[in-house]
């Protein structure tokens, strides 16, 4: 009974004082989790620039404030640059930029999210996929209309010409319509030829991390639980600070604690310890598939996969469901080709299914942000681990990015690839996500493209954007430095600690409280 009772006091211990110390780490967890769960809640709304840390303000053009530029006039004059905070356009070959976003373009620091561009002279078609949904430029009135399609506001992520049709590529699915100057397009999800044996260990953690591995009815039990979670935060403070407060107030004036005082602490006590135990099981499953979510944990799990047999997600009959990432078309074998979650997917929208592709290219975790056909037979392949030329037919890669520092296996590149620029005199320049617009050599470009003052001056970040950056710990990296990849993990462990010490303190006290009215009964 002496060591049980040692056990107890350290037990009460770790509960106590880590928890106390961490109350503003997991109260700001259990908020923004609860809302990053449902994004389509925060699209319209965003962050103003004087509560976003400096490090996130944009500068030459970085952090994916520009993926592209498109030529739209017969030399280099007139151009068109787009990315996140929606689209530019200069006629002074990139001296000065103005905003090109008149007529319905979205608003939204979320939705005017331009992840590509298409325009063919010919057709004089300008389109432009955003986060809020397709976009067409009317030549005639200077604006921007907005283009049905079968599911409303679906982000696009991809505009693909494929020989004599478009095809939208979005997440879960893709759009296809007869090129014209007006498309009409329609929905279509074609086969793949073989089901996933396995699940990447990633996935598994992140959709039990928010419950989507059950749907909509797992995120709102997981919701539950980050509101319980939020409420110990609240109830914690108050039995810790009670006692104080009657301290100070009974030496200050000699009156005893009031009745409510009294009344609110025994219930915060009781519920406390009661919706404590029972959301602890799903509380301990977020704190443990979380720790593994960030470096330096993250490379535990890396490259795991999970049979899809031992896999308990809820079925889903669209195979692409919140897959894809990137597509292009391959003009030489008449294919398109997916960059999905899963791997290198190859097929047509008509007839056979997709069949997975293995790419020589390394892809690093966040998806090709680079994906296209420079030439028939040559493909452009980049990401946060590099920018090659890859070849299918003789499995040739060779770089564009000269980079002074190669990286290391699993290690990101030295300049974060998040766009590619070829100018019309054939000049090649790579945007990266922290360094902004470079030369192949990775010599920083500041006189390049000038990035305009109402870019610096008035950017906003997407609530969501904001919440994540919070939820992961990267928003005080001005503060801490690298240190922050830490922050998680350790919040993490610390968080398992403290809930595994309160489950134990529960049935302790349960237990003993049993026992001594066993023992008073028998006397």
Not at 15 to 27: D, N, S, T
Not at 175 to 193: D, H, I, M, Q, T
Not at 320 to 348: E, H, M, P
Request: net charge positive; proline share 6%.
């Amino acid at each position: 009974m002496r060591k049980e009772s040692r056990l107890y006091r350290t037990s009460r211990w770790i509960h106590k004082y880590p928890g106390l110390i961490l109350l503003l780490f997991f109260a700001w967890m259990s908020i923004s989790g609860v809302m990053l769960n449902h994004p389509e809640l925060l699209r319209n709304f965003s962050v103003p620039q004087w509560l976003v840390p400096k490090h996130y303000h944009p500068d030459n053009w970085n952090r994916r404030t520009l993926k592209g530029i498109v030529y739209t006039g017969e030399g280099r004059d007139t151009l068109i640059a787009y990315g996140n905070q929606g689209i530019y356009r200069s006629t002074d070959r990139g001296v000065n930029f103005s905003p090109f976003m008149a007529g319905e373009f979205p608003v939204a620091a979320w939705k005017k999210r331009t992840n590509h561009l298409f325009f063919d002279s010919e057709l004089r078609l300008l389109l432009s996929a955003t986060n809020g949904g397709l976009l067409k430029y009317d030549f005639e009135d200077s604006t921007w209309r907005k283009v049905p399609l079968p599911d409303a506001s679906v982000p696009i992520l991809k505009i693909v010409r494929a020989e004599n049709r478009l095809v939208l590529a979005a997440k879960s699915g893709f759009y296809v319509a007869p090129l014209g100057s007006n498309p009409l397009f329609e929905k279509r999800l074609p086969e793949r030829a073989t089901e996933e044996e396995h699940v990447s260990m990633i996935r598994v953690f992140l959709e039990l991390h928010d419950g989507s591995i059950w749907g909509l009815p797992g995120k709102l039990l997981w919701d539950a639980a980050g509101i319980v979670m939020l409420f110990l935060c609240v109830s914690a403070f108050y039995i810790w600070y009670y006692p104080k407060k009657w301290k100070w107030r009974y030496k200050r004036s000699n009156r005893p604690a009031r009745p409510t005082d009294k009344k609110n602490r025994r219930f915060f006590f009781r519920y406390h310890n009661t919706l404590g135990w029972y959301a602890s099981f799903v509380l301990v499953v977020i704190a443990f598939t979380g720790t593994f979510l960030r470096p330096p944990l993250m490379m535990v799990i890396a490259g795991a996969e999970l049979p899809k047999s031992y896999y308990p997600a809820l079925h889903d009959s669209n195979p692409w469901k919140g897959k894809i990432r990137n597509a292009f078309y391959d003009s030489a074998r008449q294919r398109i080709v997916l960059d999905c979650t899963d791997g290198i997917w190859t097929g047509t929208l008509a007839g056979e299914p997709f069949r997975k592709e293995t790419l020589p290219v390394r892809i690093f975790a966040m998806g090709a942000t680079v994906f296209e056909e420079e030439e028939p037979g040559v493909w452009l392949v980049g990401s946060f681990g590099g920018l090659e030329r890859f070849e299918p037919e003789t499995n040739g890669i060779s770089s564009v990015m000269q980079s002074k520092n190669p990286s290391r296996p699993g290690r990101p590149a030295s300049t974060l690839v998040g766009g590619y620029i070829v100018s019309p005199d054939g000049d090649e320049y790579i945007v990266g996500h922290y360094k902004g617009i470079s030369d192949t050599k990775e010599n920083r470009k500041t006189d390049l493209f000038a990035m305009p003052e109402q870019i610096r001056r008035h950017y906003r970040m997407p609530l969501w954007n904001f919440l994540f950056e919070l939820h992961n710990g990267r928003l005080f990296k001005g503060v801490v430095g690298s240190f922050y990849m830490l922050i998680i993990p350790l919040g993490g462990i610390f968080g398992l600690l403290i809930l595994l010490s309160g489950v134990f303190d529960y049935w302790y006290l349960k237990i003993a409280g049993r026992n001594n009215r066993n023992h008073e009964a028998k006397e």
